[in-house]
């Protein structure tokens, strides 16, 4: 079965430091990849996503970056972190096969405090 | 693009009576709308999807309908249950390219009170 793991869980860190949270998925090869950010009480807005190695669309211009140095690895970074960067992370996978299910997976998230 | 209201916000039900959750899509190539349950720190779980060939599917107290006509799908939960109480999404994949990008509707928070 498939699994998609991110870390770390939990993270505060300081305005203007830099940020890297890592994705990977399990059990599957060649998967869509997905960056959602959920504001508190918010919705989820999709920041990126790719559909293979080095292949990455930005849907929200931002401080962010995204990167899929492997198949099933995939890393949102930023150089200088913002206050309003502050949310909840979310990776999410869905099968790449054009005539497969579009079911889409969620990672357990990674909740970022930026003070 | 794909754009999708949800509606309503907020909804609270007594316990065992039904709950309604209703969502509107603009992009009529739509063909594919799940629906996510998420608990509080938790992340979005699945729990239902419709594609735009059937009309209605049903898993035990959830049902999702879809009128491709009108461009709306709505969930449906009956005997609600306190352990329903949750943040509800609905969402419409785009049909171009190959990344199946979904598209979510602002959520539903639902209370289910005993």
């Known amino acids: 079965s498939q699994t998609i793991h991110q870390w770390p869980a939990t993270l505060v860190q300081p305005v203007g430091s830099p940020l890297s949270l890592e994705c990977t998925v399990e059990g599957t090869s060649n998967p869509n990849l997905y960056w959602y950010r959920q504001a508190a009480g918010r919705g989820l807005q999709l920041l990126f996503y790719s559909v293979g190695i080095g292949q990455i669309s930005s849907e929200v211009p931002q401080n962010l970056s995204a990167s899929r140095p492997q198949d099933r690895q995939f890393i949102l970074s930023s150089k200088k972190l913002l206050l309003s960067d502050s949310g909840f992370y979310l990776c999410a996978w869905s099968y790449h096969w054009r005539g497969g299910g579009n079911e889409q997976y969620f990672g357990p998230g990674t909740r970022l405090t930026v003070t | 693009g794909e754009n999708v209201e949800q509606h309503p916000s907020t909804l609270s039900v007594q316990e065992g009576d039904s709950a309604v959750i209703k969502c509107t899509y603009s992009d009529s190539a739509s063909n594919y709308f799940p629906w996510y349950k998420q608990e509080l720190g938790k992340r979005p779980q699945l729990i239902i999807d419709i594609r735009s060939n059937v009309g209605e599917k049903k898993d035990q107290r959830i049902a999702v309908t879809l009128n491709k006509t009108a461009k709306h799908f709505s969930l449906h939960i009956t005997e609600t249950q306190p352990e329903d109480s949750a943040v509800y999404f609905c969402?419409?994949?785009?049909?171009?390219?190959?990344?199946?990008?979904?598209?979510f509707g602002s959520g539903t928070q639902l209370t289910v009170l005993p």
């Open positions: 969402a419409a994949r785009r049909t171009s390219g190959s990344a199946r990008q979904l598209t």
